[in-house]
T-cell receptor, first 114, second 114 residues
Framework: GENVEQHPSTLSVQEGDSAVIKCTYS??????FPWYKQELGKRPQLIID?????GEKKDQRIAVTLNKTAKHFSLHITETQPEDSAVYFC?????????????FGAGTTVTVRA | KAGVTQTPRYLIKTRGQQVTLSCSPI?????VSWYQQTPGQGLQFLFE???????NKGNFPGRFSGRQFSNSRSEMNVSTLELGDSALYLC?????????????FGPGTRLTVL
């Protein structure tokens, strides 16, 4: 099955700095890569996603890059703010008959220091 | 549109009992997936239902089961509860098949097994 590894497990950044989280996946057939943000006691919320036909996608301060050859994708948060403090999960899935499921990374706890 | 809802939000059970959790997807969404979230194992896929049929299943014992109704609402059942079943159980709905489309999570049911 798919194995998603996520690094680092914790990340502390100064407000205004950038944060980068990296994930690798094992199954070359994976073609959908969402990122979820989970604040303490709340549900995971999709913040950005990318599909395998795109190398980079940006939404305001958040961007995701994908390298299919190397089987890794990254989340970039610029100009971090205190409200960016949360646990971030990457995930991967593939469009294959009867094999739809999200495989998640272990999560990265991001703390933005004011 | 109303988001994904889950009931109950909190449950306390004792070992050996069984429990049923409910998930109501976003209106119009036909796919419901279930995940178990624990500090040690992270987010793990349980199963996916689409059009009242289980389409995919994760690596969980047969004590974990589920079903989906014609209105897309889904239930999951855990029989013969064990201490290790204590977790946050999240369901996620998507318009079409499971993780091929964006999944939106519910708030979760916090299950504590004593």
């Amino acid at each position: 099955g798919e194995n998603v590894e996520q690094h680092p497990s914790t990340l502390s950044v100064q407000e205004g700095d950038s944060a980068v989280i990296k994930c690798t996946y094992s199954d070359s057939a994976s073609n959908y890569f969402p990122w979820y943000k989970q604040e303490l006691g709340k549900r995971p919320q999709l913040i950005i996603d990318i599909r395998s036909n795109v190398g980079e996608k940006k939404d305001q301060r958040i961007a995701v890059t994908l390298n299919k050859t190397a089987k890794h994708f990254s989340l970039h948060i610029t100009e971090t703010q205190p409200e960016d403090s949360a646990v971030y999960f990457c995930a991967a899935s593939k469009r294959k008959a009867n094999d739809y499921k999200l495989s998640f990374g272990a999560g990265t706890t991001v703390t933005v220091r004011a | 549109k109303a988001g994904v809802t889950q009931t109950p939000r909190y449950l306390i059970k004792t070992r050996g009992q069984q429990v049923t959790l409910s998930c109501s997807p976003i209106s119009g969404h036909r796919s419901v997936s279930w995940y178990q979230q624990t500090p040690g194992q992270g987010l793990q896929f349980l199963f996916e239902y689409f059009s009242e049929t289980q389409r995919n299943k994760g690596n969980f014992p047969g004590r974990f089961s589920g079903r989906q109704f014609s209105n897309s609402r889904s239930e999951m059942n855990v029989s013969t509860l064990e201490l290790g079943d204590s977790a946050l159980y999240l369901c996620a709905s998507s318009l079409w098949r499971g993780s091929a489309d964006t999944q939106y999570f519910g708030p979760g049911t916090r299950l504590t097994v004593l």
